[in-house]
Every structure is written in structure tokens, then in C-alpha cells.
């Protein structure tokens, strides 16, 4: 399994699955991160924390907790 936060700069990956619960996982859907969805990195902070993504059309931030409970795949 491998997972947003673990994706390098300049790499499209597809959203496989959403883990979290509640609250946590309603506002990444809310974001416009939900299964099957293309994401770009864009850049990440020097100290990993947060990671700027495009998604969607747009670009978000997305702290280094809330990347790891966004499960990836490269895309084909």
C-alpha cells in the first residue's frame, strides 16, 4: 500500500481507497479527493509537511497526517 504522503514531486497518482473516519475522512471528500480521482504533486515542504497537490482542476495543501490516510496507485 502505498500513500500520498510516500508520492514524489511530478509523479499523477489515482486514488485507490480513503481510510480515516467520521469527520476526518468527510473533509477530504469534501476537498475533492475521493476514489478514482487523478492527483499531481506538485511540491512538498522541505520538512515534508504539507504537500501541494492539484486536484481536480485546482490546488490544495494537505497536511502530512491527513496524506497518509489517502491511499495511492501510479497511474496506467
Known amino acids: 500500500?502505498?500513500?500520498l504522503r510516500e508520492a514524489k514531486i511530478g509523479q499523477t497518482?489515482?486514488?485507490v481507497r480513503l481510510h480515516g473516519?467520521?469527520?476526518i475522512k468527510r473533509r477530504l471528500m469534501d476537498m475533492g479527493i475521493t476514489?478514482?480521482?487523478e492527483?499531481?504533486?506538485r511540491k512538498v515542504a522541505?520538512?515534508?509537511d504539507p504537500v501541494e497537490i492539484?486536484?481536480?482542476g485546482?490546488?490544495?495543501s494537505v497536511r502530512k497526517a491527513d496524506a497518509e490516510m489517502i491511499e495511492v496507485e501510479e497511474r496506467a
Do not use: D, S
Request: proline letters at 4%.
Open 1 to 3: 500500500m502505498k500513500t
Open 13 to 15: 497518482l489515482k486514488v
Open 21 to 23: 473516519e467520521g469527520a
Open 35 to 37: 476514489k478514482g480521482v
Open 39 to 41: 492527483i499531481y504533486i
Open 46 to 48: 522541505p520538512l515534508g
Open 54 to 56: 492539484t486536484v481536480r
Open 58 to 60: 485546482y490546488e490544495l
